[in-house]
């Protein structure tokens, strides 16, 4: 998203924008794509032609779909987190152990954007996608990092984006989320009361690094009628334990990097 203070180069921006709109109705042909952007079929095809040389569309049959090419960049860029793996692990090691959804966060460009993310075997399977980005004052991962950034990072980022609501139960005023988030850092969890989704609540704590700057955040949703206050207390300390091995180990490593 243009953010005015830049220049920018038309051509790649439109570009984004067709890559963006071929994610909300792939596979489609060409005309349908070009009326949902409302830019000419001509332009349209060049662009997306463009893309599919490039190889991140794919034309099969006269219908247009994005590649696994952006898989394999969105890949790449994980794994130069320091602490990707460590979280890869423990996600994956909460989900068999609760059996619910665990999920690892970061903040990318005032959004929460999710690394990791495994379905138990008592959860029912969502359609959140590795790489999702949503707002930051929306679910308990978000908030998890969003009180542990900066005060005038959190300002930004509000001006930037806004506080769109999600739900009724969404807090959509900046003094209303300051004080959600002073009892974050308080309480050192974010919880998330059908903020994002009706019917699902969550739980997350954030990962802090040796500097205790936030990276990241871990955090297990599910079901309104399951997920009850003693349910997620008993969660709340299966995180706690995980932040705390987290942040050992990634310290370790910090360190021995250091010293190599």
């Known amino acids: 998203m243009p953010t005015g203070n830049d220049k920018t180069i038309g051509a790649v921006e439109t570009a984004f924008e067709i890559l963006s709109a071929l994610g909300e109705v792939e ?6 794509l070009a009326s949902v952007v409302d830019i000419p079929t001509s332009t349209t095809y060049i662009h997306l032609n463009t893309l599919v040389e490039q190889g991140f569309v794919v034309k099969e049959a006269g219908q247009y779909r994005r590649s696994f090419r952006f898989l394999e960049v969105g890949g790449s860029v994980r794994q130069q987190l320091s602490f ?3 979280l890869r692990n423990k996600v994956e090691e909460l989900s068999n152990t609760t059996g619910e959804i665990v999920g690892a966060g970061i903040e990318e460009n005032g959004k929460r954007v999710i690394l990791y993310r495994s379905t ?18 929306w679910t308990s991962l978000g908030k998890a990092i969003l009180a542990y950034l900066p005060e005038d990072r959190r300002k930004h980022i509000v001006e930037r984006h806004g506080l769109p609501e999600g739900t009724s139960e969404t807090l959509t005023t900046f003094t209303d ?5 002073g009892r974050v850092r308080q309480q050192g969890y974010a919880i998330d009361d059908e903020e994002h989704l009706r019917g699902i609540r ?3 704590v954030p990962i802090l690094d ?21 349910y997620m207390a008993e969660l709340l300390n299966i995180l ?7 942040e050992v180990r990634n310290q370790y490593y ?6 190599g």
């Open 27 to 32: 596979p489609t042909g060409l005309s349908d």
């Open 84 to 86: 990707a793996r460590l």
């Open 120 to 137: 138990g075997e008592k959860a029912a399977a969502d359609e959140i996608p590795i790489g999702n980005h949503t707002e930051m004052h």
């Open 177 to 181: 989320l300051e004080r959600e988030l």
């Open 202 to 204: 969550g739980v997350a």
């Open 210 to 230: 040796g500097d205790k700057n936030v990276i990241a955040s871990i955090g297990i949703t599910g079901p309104r009628d399951r997920f009850t206050p003693g």
């Open 240 to 246: 706690q334990y995980s932040k705390n091995e987290i």
């Open 254 to 259: 910090e360190y021995s990097s250091i010293d």
